[in-house]
């Protein structure tokens, strides 16, 4: 079972009429703040790709960087009993990437997905793309399309350490 690339991520993207161009880095942006530095954009700028297993069915919640999934509002929106984050074993399974490296899009299979309202702040948002050194821009309309994701309200603010 070979991992995806970014190979299939410019694959979508083009299939969809958008020649977007794949910002590529030689440090890693394998999380929000690194990408959010490698950018030199804001942290709320960076999109989080973030799986979830919703009594034990995967879902994937796009989240703003400086944001955190409210688990309790997810789950009540859901209409489940647990939810909880999904392992790296299951990330890769379902989407064909490693964490760290999760787009939005071009998944190994299909995966419900739900676009957090955190992210409409922005102008531009920038998503993985499918390697833990690459992200490409896009904007909240067009993720919410290319997605076709449900857009929800499930965000907290991130605690301070």
């Known amino acids: 079972m070979k991992d995806f690339g970014d190979k299939e991520v410019r694959q979508f993207l083009a299939a969809h009429g958008l020649e977007k161009q794949i910002h590529s880095f030689s440090e890693s942006t394998e999380n929000a703040y690194l990408a959010a530095e490698a950018l030199g954009v804001e942290l709320g700028q960076i999109v989080k790709s973030v799986v979830f297993l919703a009594d034990g069915k995967t879902l994937l919640v796009l989240m703003s960087g400086d944001m955190n999934v409210d688990t309790k509002k997810l789950k009540k929106l859901l209409g489940v009993r647990?939810?909880?984050m999904a392992d790296a074993k299951t990330v890769a399974a379902v989407t064909g990437y490693p964490v760290g490296a999760v787009p939005p899009v071009a998944h190994r299979q299909s995966i419900p997905t739900y676009l957090?309202?955190?992210l409409r702040r922005f102008l531009n948002i920038y998503p993985a793309a499918g390697t833990t050194q690459n992200?490409?821009?896009?904007t909240f309309e067009e993720l919410s399309r290319l997605t076709a994701a449900e857009v929800i309200d499930v965000s907290a603010p991130k605690r301070k350490h």
């Open 135 to 138: 992200m490409f821009c896009t």
């Open 82 to 84: 647990k939810v909880r």
């Open 116 to 118: 957090d309202e955190s």
